[in-house]
């Protein structure tokens, strides 16, 4: 299904007038406006190929109906998604549950709908039909060199897939480790990951990444072979320097001060990537922004300043991309509540007076710097968001137009109610 540019205006003009009052209200008292329109209509966020499907829990998965069938629908879901709300023009691709068999094809399919091609995901965490052997103990750190090597095999023959596709960066997330002490030597389960991932490295086209994602725990409960930002800092450390650490919201354990690990890993150069989600306990699979949305205003904040220092493009030098897998809402209205929430947070970091935080900072005026940080979070930046949709095409409120337009009914008439997208 597709929304015509008509149907989004139509929308908009009952929105228009109520929208630019607010809109000329908040960018009265921001001084660099057009500047932050700019970065907002700039910034991207891909969406994974297994988030238009509705997740499951390890209890039960319920599916709501209408979900992509395959890899068409799914570029054409975020197709969907995009028009509305200009901002998720990338997709993410999980080999073997999208490969595309005819790569021109969904290449052309992806140019029509205005999507690039963002990072490859490969998938050593589950055992697939015809494969030879089983990654019950691991992948890449397997105590077995023809378990490895097949990892290995894998994850080479996923950047064939990305390079026929334009992508220009695999993620690796090994759910390798131990759930009950002794079962691993943690030191050989280190150096055998590291060299199967130098092999895969070795692989990489020249203009090619390589994202470490590192996880707590979970499948693993005792140990995680690449379970904190330190351990992946030690990989993509050895690796070289296309190998980046790539940080999961949901990949902590409670209470970790993510800020402070992008600000310290953007320093050392080795920031790649960011997975967006939310969680109350754990790897929740929440939509992000709706647990703790001020944790992620100052994840921004740390974002953009550690950019700026470096210079980096904020929408193109790190892959931005949400990874989330909810089992209760439509797939599509979340992805819509989770850009927004991204694109609120960056909004507020990017309105945050960092001149006179810093001069706080010097003076170590704690409650100035407070202030500043505070004032920027509560600030209603929605308009702005609105406003720069507005400018490249997009609706002023894409969740009422999904709705008033029955997206959801159309998909299901479309591809009836007991379709599942792969996935988990
Ligand atoms: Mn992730």
Same mark, same amino acid.
């Given at each position: 299904?597709?929304?015509?540019?008509?149907?989004?205006?139509?929308?908009?003009?009952?929105?228009?007038?109520?929208?630019?009052?607010?809109?000329?209200?908040?960018?009265?008292?921001?001084?660099?406006?057009?500047?932050?329109?700019?970065?907002?209509?700039?910034?991207?966020?891909?969406?994974?190929?297994?988030?238009?499907?509705?997740?499951?829990?390890?209890?039960?998965?319920?599916?709501?109906?209408?979900?992509?069938?395959?890899?068409?629908?799914?570029?054409?879901?975020?197709?969907?998604?995009?028009?509305?709300?200009?901002?998720?023009?990338?997709?993410?691709?999980?080999?073997?549950?999208?490969?595309?068999?005819?790569?021109?094809?969904?290449?052309?399919?992806?140019?029509?709908?205005?999507?690039?091609?963002?990072?490859?995901?490969?998938?050593?965490?589950?055992?697939?039909?015809?494969?030879?052997?089983?990654?019950?103990?691991?992948?890449?750190?397997?105590?077995?060199?023809?378990?490895?090597?097949?990892?290995?095999?894998?994850?080479?023959?996923?950047?064939?897939?990305?390079?026929?596709?334009?992508?220009?960066?695999?993620?690796?997330?090994?759910?390798?480790?131990?759930?009950?002490?002794?079962?691993?030597?943690?030191?050989?389960?280190? /150096?055998?990951?590291?060299?199967?991932?130098?092999?895969?490295?070795? %692989? #990489?086209?020249? *203009?090619? =990444?390589?994202?470490? @994602?590192?996880?707590?725990?979970?499948?693993?409960?005792?140990?995680?072979?690449?379970?904190?930002?330190?351990?992946?800092?030690?990989?993509?450390?050895?690796?070289?320097?296309?190998?980046?650490?790539?940080?999961?919201?949901?990949?902590?354990?409670?209470?970790?001060?993510?800020?402070?690990?992008?600000?310290?890993?953007?320093?050392?150069?080795?920031?790649?990537?960011?997975?967006?989600?939310?969680?109350?306990?754990?790897?929740?699979?929440?939509?992000?922004?709706?647990?703790?949305?001020?944790?992620?205003?100052?994840?921004?904040?740390?974002?953009?300043?550690?950019?700026?220092?470096?210079?980096?493009?904020?929408?193109?030098?790190?892959?931005?991309?949400?990874?989330?897998?909810?089992?209760?809402?439509?797939?599509?209205?979340?992805?819509? /509540?989770?850009?927004?929430?991204?694109?609120?947070?960056?909004?507020? %970091? #990017?309105?945050? *007076?960092? =001149?006179?935080?810093? @001069?706080?900072?010097?003076?170590?005026?704690?409650?100035?710097?407070?202030?500043?940080?505070?004032?920027?979070?509560?600030?209603?930046?929605?308009?702005?968001?609105?406003?720069?949709?507005?400018?490249?095409?997009?609706?002023?409120?894409?969740?009422?137009?999904?709705?008033?337009?029955?997206?959801?009914?159309?998909?299901?008439?479309?591809?009836?109610?007991?379709?599942?997208?792969?996935?988990?």
């Amino acid at each position: 299904m597709k929304i015509e540019k008509e149907k989004i205006q139509q929308h908009n003009q009952f929105f228009l007038k109520e929208h630019k009052n607010r809109f000329e209200f908040i960018a009265a008292g921001i001084n660099n406006v057009l500047v932050i329109l700019q970065h907002l209509k700039d910034f991207q966020v891909a969406i994974p190929s297994w988030a238009l499907g509705t997740g499951g829990t390890r209890f039960a998965r319920f599916p709501g109906g209408g979900e992509p069938r395959n890899l068409e629908e799914k570029i054409e879901d975020i197709g969907l998604l995009n028009a509305l709300n200009t901002s998720s023009g990338a997709i993410s691709l999980h080999i073997p549950w999208d490969i595309p068999s005819n790569a021109s094809h969904i290449q052309k399919l992806a140019a029509e709908n205005g999507l690039k091609f963002d990072a490859m995901n490969s998938n050593t965490f589950q055992d697939q039909p015809d494969q030879k052997l089983s990654y019950k103990f691991g992948s890449m750190q397997h105590v077995d060199k023809a378990v490895r090597k097949q990892a290995i095999d894998h994850n080479i023959e996923v950047i064939k897939y990305g390079m026929e596709l334009g992508s220009s960066s695999l993620t690796v997330w090994l759910s390798d480790g131990s759930s009950f002490p002794g079962q691993l030597n943690f030191r050989k389960a280190f /150096q055998n990951t590291l060299e199967s991932l130098q092999e895969v490295y070795a %692989a #990489l086209p020249a *203009d090619w =990444k390589m994202f470490v @994602e590192y996880k707590a725990y979970e499948p693993n409960f005792y140990s995680m072979t690449v379970g904190d930002w330190g351990q992946s800092l030690l990989y993509t450390n050895k690796l070289g320097d296309k190998a980046y650490t790539l940080v999961d919201l949901g990949h902590h354990l409670p209470n970790a001060n993510i800020e402070q690990i992008v600000a310290l890993l953007l320093m050392e150069k080795k920031l790649g990537g960011f997975h967006f989600n939310d969680s109350k306990y754990g790897d929740d699979d929440l939509t992000v922004g709706s647990i703790r949305p001020y944790q992620l205003f100052l994840i921004f904040n740390e974002l953009i300043e550690g950019m700026d220092a470096r210079n980096m493009h904020h929408a193109n030098d790190l892959a931005w991309m949400i990874d989330a897998s909810h089992n209760i809402k439509d797939p599509l209205e979340d992805l819509l /509540q989770s850009v927004e929430a991204i694109m609120i947070a960056y909004a507020q %970091a #990017l309105i945050v *007076d960092r =001149k006179k935080l810093s @001069e706080a900072q010097n003076n170590n005026d704690v409650v100035t710097a407070q202030e500043i940080l505070q004032h920027a979070f509560r600030t209603d930046v929605r308009a702005i968001i609105a406003e720069a949709r507005l400018q490249k095409g997009g609706a002023i409120s894409p969740l009422i137009v999904y709705r008033n337009e029955k997206v959801r009914e159309h998909l299901l008439k479309e591809r009836g109610s007991k379709t599942i997208a792969t996935g988990l």
